[in-house]
């Protein structure tokens, strides 16, 4: 288990290497990184000298802090910005930055840079994928649940109605760069539910970083850098890990990323997606999960009881709000991917750091395990 | 070189394999191959059992023999009917077609089948590129052209207004299927332009098949099978040798596919698009050419003498149609991605079977070269 320094407040704390053949790229995590964007960008032999900066309108000061560093190197930087929220990843957003990258004589020579959470990242990503049939895509992402979840993986896509993801494309960055100073201006809550997925990388695949957050919770919460970087790095090397034994999704590997998530997805469609947050959705997920696979006699008490405490330590939520219909939550479930002739499958632990894919579970246990909450 | 022969008037003539490692697929190429597509799927490996058909709207009766087929063998049926022209390669009808593949059920399990010319197989090929992140794509390539052009290559892909294919991707097909009869529908001046990109491949790579379009002129105008299964197998395997050493356009390498090309897309410019059809354009752009390579010391008039008596032959053009300005073409050129510093880049023949790109090209050659005409 790493300690946590404080001494290395400085610049590059991590680099994760991401393995996908011709397609492998550096993830970058430090301090103060933006500012030396391009350095990092040289360094990675990139020779493009002009930028489509794609960035939350949120954020317009960060955006200002890559577009002065970028054009101080003799860049030539195209900013365009995306309205915060997952309405952003449309067909007419797409269609409207497609249109800005063609009006700033965008081409095979360019560079796309995402700079936001998923939903930039996203279509960023998707309009990289595709424009010129193919650009390079620098992927910074600015909040906890981007950097460990949505910057590994190359998923790229935008929403048609009624259908998240629906159309999109594998198209793997050539650079992360991870800032932790982004994480200062993210509001707590969001942090904090970012916190969902790094604890979900120890419940699949990683015990030691399951320990460090038990161990390390406040250090984590008060975003101590030393922390942050060995939390962060550590989640991208485990989805790094299941992503490039699984690229295209086709072996099924990538499935046990979705620990807690069958359940998640009900709770956000049921609570109205926005009331509650990803992350917290997932949170309650997992212990639905643990619950589940406790009842099947998977596993033993004290996975469900240490989950449960790590959870709350890091002051995520772990049961339903009060007057969610569990009965809708079923029917819910019923219309997602998982389900097989009225049964469902779901990812459930068999110990700590260990996941695997269960057919088959009746509904009378699935229920019981979300009543209990 | 292989003698026209009659008597092999039935089924699969001939097939072209393309190299592209894991993405490597079959051309077959024959006669009534659409009734027989179910087999054919079945033999590649298909275990796909929903198929979203994408076909032209002006082809109906294709539509209905492949439909027919594959729902006699089983198969559910999705047919999305496209308007026939370059206007339907939009933002709009991607934003359609996507749609209707998500009202039909689409799923990873789906299959895309483009049935009609370049127009449908590049929207087509887009969507599969891009529907749930990629679908296995099945090309049936109805007129000459896309038949010996854009079915082989991987590209896919819309417009913009004002931008040609500025957005979309490489996606291979799983495999290619060449009915020969689909061409007794074509109109007889688009057949005969696309035999201009069959005398490209010959001067460009296979003197062979020059010499092939030589001698069996008039077989090939007749539509005999045998001919016509030839000369559209050696032009696969032309640009399927030439994709195969650069798939994604980044060695340069398949610059040489654009022999006679900077010429014509002036001329389809500034004739308007559609006066003059792609491959007569072609045509004149390759005499064009050919004269630009002559007055340059680098081939002898023999070339071009043999390569205007070939198009002639094929009833094909030669000559700028009469009333455009030189001095317009060589403006839109400049506009042309090819250009340098003022100066243009061509390919040029440097002797039968072999181009060239040539740098520096001043204007004063270009134009004496298009006066000519």
């Not at 099924?252 to 990323?257: D, E, H, T, V, Y």
Request: net charge negative; aromatic share 6%.
């Amino acid at each position: 288990m790493k300690e946590v320094n404080n001494s290395e407040l400085d610049e590059r704390l991590e680099t994760v290497d991401v393995f996908l053949g011709d397609r492998s790229y550096g993830i970058q995590i430090g301090n103060r990184l933006l500012e030396r964007l391009s350095d990092l960008m040289a360094e990675a032999g990139w020779n493009s000298k002009h930028a489509v900066l794609v960035a939350d309108s949120q954020i317009p000061q960060l955006s200002q802090i890559v577009s002065s560093g970028l054009e101080s190197s003799g860049w030539r930087v195209s900013t365009c910005y995306i309205p915060s929220g997952e309405g952003s990843k449309s067909v007419e957003q797409a269609s409207r930055l497609w249109q800005q990258m063609l009006d700033s004589n965008t081409d095979r020579g360019s560079t796309v840079i995402a700079l936001g959470g998923g939903v930039v990242g996203d279509l960023a990503g998707f309009a990289a994928a595709t424009f010129a049939r193919g650009l390079p895509l620098l992927q910074i992402p600015t909040t906890l649940l981007s950097q460990v979840d949505s910057s590994v993986g190359g998923k790229t896509g935008i929403n048609l109605p009624g259908a998240k993801n629906i159309v999109g494309a594998f198209w793997q960055p050539r650079m992360v760069v991870i800032d932790l100073q982004t994480l200062n201006s993210l509001p707590h809550r969001e942090f904090v539910s970012g916190l969902a997925e790094v604890v979900k990388y120890g419940v699949i695949l990683l015990p030691e970083l399951f320990e460090y957050l038990d161990t390390n919770a406040q250090s984590i919460l008060d975003k101590q850098p030393a922390a942050l970087s060995h939390i962060i790095a550590e989640s991208c090397r485990a989805k790094a890990l299941v992503v490039a034994e699984d690229e295209r999704e086709t072996t099924g590997r990538r499935a046990i990323l979705n620990y807690g998530h069958t359940f998640a997805h009900a709770l956000e469609s049921v609570c109205g997606y926005g009331k509650l947050l990803h992350g917290e959705a997932v949170a309650i997920g997992m212990q639905m999960a643990a619950r589940l696979a406790l009842s099947l006699g998977r596993i033993s008490s004290e996975l469900v009881e240490r989950q449960e405490s790590l959870l709350k330590k890091l002051q995520l939520p772990v049961a339903c709000p009060g007057g969610l219909s569990v009965e809708q939550l079923w029917k819910v479930m019923q219309h997602d991917k998982k389900v097989e002739h009225g049964k469902l499958r779901f990812i459930l632990p068999s110990r700590m750091g260990q996941v695997e894919l269960v057919n088959g579970i009746e509904q009378e246990a699935a229920i019981k395990a979300m009543q209990v909450a």
